[in-house]
């Protein structure tokens, strides 16, 4: 049995955590067995599923900001690895910054042969002195993993350098097909609750922060209604704490009387439904690793406009479009309307480019577990 501690799952369901479940799923149980340690006393998302399944979810405090908190870290680090070290064949660090490696630092100190690194953004986030460490990890941790993983192209070279970059692998983020595959019931049953069968309906699945850049698609939506008032605008997620956006996007829907026409839906659970509802799927991040988001509303089958910050390996459909966020947001409600005339591509015709192109769970699943097991030849 191989055995990996797994880091990057919070309480809120956003794009690492999902990257994680879905791999978690599909995983020989037989053959990997993965562990979880979390950062928060509070439930990670999914926890119940996964003490479930027979998985043990450790809880690490953070570094904190005293030196009481600090020192109750370092020795929290050196009585689990103390412990536990001797459990496990690898350590799969999931990060969207490196501004602290400790986890994987400790892996080496005690010894444990697999110190994986996965890159799931293409920019950093976050404050300048976090920053300055990230930077210096940067050059650090071609020396302390011993794999180096992202999700694309850009996220490969936004966190390593050098000889990590050049050994650097992406590792799609793939998914189940059918659970995203479009449904007619569905999306006449939502519609019908909605009241909103005769709209042409545009959707945004994302955290309400900074990175999504939902205030600058309200401003675009507006245009839009400008050029047909039939349209509607479905956000769906839920505020992400110090970057939230959240009150700004309901600050401009109130200054341009379009409430009726905007449903701040929250998060949602069956995300086939809704994208289903959908008619466009617009995503106007300012950057991203590859978002997991846009990957499903192809599997459903929607045409997406994504603004060209995100990695061109997104394009699975032809259906998929970029524009420049330097355009004006009349540019991009022209767009929209253009769009919107687009046919949905058939299920029939879009699951064998996800097999091509990886984004296929089912058989990505068994190329990482060939690659952790070292039955494939590199």
Request: aromatic residues 10%; positive net charge.
């Amino acid at each position: 049995m191989y055995k990996i501690l797994m880091t990057g799952m919070s309480p809120v369901l956003a794009g690492t955590e999902t990257f994680i479940m879905n791999y978690y799923r599909h995983l020989n149980p037989q053959k990997i067995q993965i562990d979880f340690i979390k950062r928060t006393k509070e439930p990670i998302i999914f926890e119940e599923e996964i003490l479930a399944r027979g998985s043990k979810v450790y809880y690490l405090p953070r570094k904190g900001k005293t030196i009481s908190a600090y020192q109750n870290y370092k020795r929290a680090l050196t009585s689990f690895f103390d412990k536990h070290a001797k459990d496990y064949d690898a350590v799969w660090y999931n990060a969207m910054g490196i501004p602290n490696i400790d986890l994987l630092v400790y892996a080496q100190k005690y010894g444990i042969k697999e110190r994986i690194i996965h890159s799931h953004s293409s920019q950093w986030k976050g404050n300048f002195a976090r920053l300055v460490f990230h930077t210096i990890n940067k050059k650090r941790i071609k020396k302390i993993a011993t794999r180096f993983f992202a999700c694309s192209d850009l996220a490969a070279r936004y966190m390593y350098t050098g000889s990590a970059l050049e050994k650097s692998r992406i590792i799609q983020n793939a998914i189940e097909f059918k659970n995203f595959a479009f449904s007619a019931s569905a999306r006449e049953n939502l519609r019908k609750s909605l009241g909103w069968q005769q709209n042409k309906i545009i959707g945004n699945v994302g955290r309400l922060d900074i990175q999504k850049n939902q205030p600058f698609l309200i401003d675009v939506f507006n245009k839009a209604l400008e050029l047909d008032d039939s349209l509607r605008l479905v956000i769906i997620g839920k505020t992400s704490g110090t970057n939230s956006t959240e009150e700004l996007i309901k600050q401009k829907i109130k200054d341009y009387d379009i409430a009726d026409k905007v449903l701040m839906a929250g998060s949602q659970s069956d995300m086939k439904t809704w994208l289903s509802a959908l008619d466009l799927f617009v995503l106007p991040s300012l950057f991203e690793g590859l978002p997991l988001s846009a990957v499903e509303a192809q599997a459903n089958g929607l045409p997406v406009l994504a603004s060209d910050t995100i990695t061109k390996e997104l394009k699975i459909l032809d259906s998929l479009n970029y524009l420049s966020l330097d355009e004006e947001p009349a540019v991009w409600a022209q767009t929209m309307i253009d769009m919107l005339k687009l046919d949905r591509s058939n299920t029939v015709q879009i699951k064998p480019l996800f097999e091509e192109k990886g984004f296929d769970i089912s058989s990505q699943a068994k190329d990482i577990e060939s690659l952790l097991l070292g039955e494939e030849v590199e």
